[in-house]
């Protein structure tokens, strides 16, 4: 089956570290995304990338690094300049390339990150 | 700057019709998508508008005005399992703008 995979789906941090998260798509979607959502709120752009080796900056990128080194893996690492990082971090991708076609987005089932 | 607005909560009971209406103050946009979010879930895609007018899938509409800047999201028969949250949202190409997400109750 088609989709996307996140991984971990929890996530512990400790203070000054460096974490990870895993997103992977089989869909053959060109353009990938992550999202920061905090309890009771929506959700907030962080990174998304287009193309393979392009990525650009969303409204929270600070602390945050993103790679694309290939096109079904786009993952994030939240450093420790990010001094708030708990949080729900949602991975999603579609398929249309800035037409006027639908874009739908598909998500990823999230990592919750916490910090010990 | 790009800001959408919706109600927080709303609440129905079943076998309603309920709209939750996205409100914007952008322009630009490709379109207006819709998405469903269960506690603890992913958000999955429910309607899209890319012209002004009605869309219909199913128990679900949603509808786009750009001259009014708005547009809503319309539930109909509604059923215990809608009870989650809902999110409007907008895009320029491959960048994608959220609402904050209206929570949707349904009572028996």
């Known amino acids: 089956d088609g989709g996307i995979t996140q991984s971990p789906k929890y996530l512990f941090r400790k203070e000054g570290q460096n974490v990870t998260l895993s997103c992977e798509q089989n869909l053959n979607h060109d353009a990938m995304y992550w999202y920061r959502q905090d309890p009771g709120q929506g959700l907030r752009l962080i990174y998304y990338?287009?193309?393979?080796?392009?990525?650009q900056k969303g409204d929270i990128a600070e602390g945050y690094s993103v790679s694309r080194e290939k096109k079904e893996s786009f993952p994030l690492t939240v450093t420790s300049a990010q001094k708030n990082p708990t949080a729900f971090y949602l991975c999603?991708?579609?398929?249309?390339?800035?037409?006027?076609?639908?874009?739908?987005?598909?998500f990823g089932a999230g990592t919750r990150l916490s910090v010990l | 700057g790009q800001s959408l607005e919706q109600p927080s909560e709303v609440t129905a009971v079943e076998g309603a019709i309920v709209q939750i209406n996205c409100t914007y103050q952008?322009?630009?946009?490709?379109?207006l998508s819709w998405y469903q979010q269960h506690d603890g879930g992913a958000p999955t895609f429910l309607s899209y508008?890319?012209?002004?007018g009605l869309e219909e899938t199913g128990r679900f509409s949603s509808f786009l005005s750009r001259s009014d800047s708005y547009g809503y999201l319309l539930l109909q028969e509604l059923q215990m399992k809608d009870s989650a949250s809902y999110f409007c949202a907008v895009n320029y190409g491959q960048n994608f703008v959220f609402g904050p997400g209206t929570r949707l109750s349904v009572l028996p």
């Open positions: 952008t322009s630009g946009f490709y379109g």
């Open positions: 508008n890319a012209l002004d």
């Open positions: 990338s287009q193309i393979v080796n392009d990525f």
């Open positions: 999603a991708s579609s398929k249309s390339r800035g037409t006027l076609a639908k874009n739908i987005q598909y």
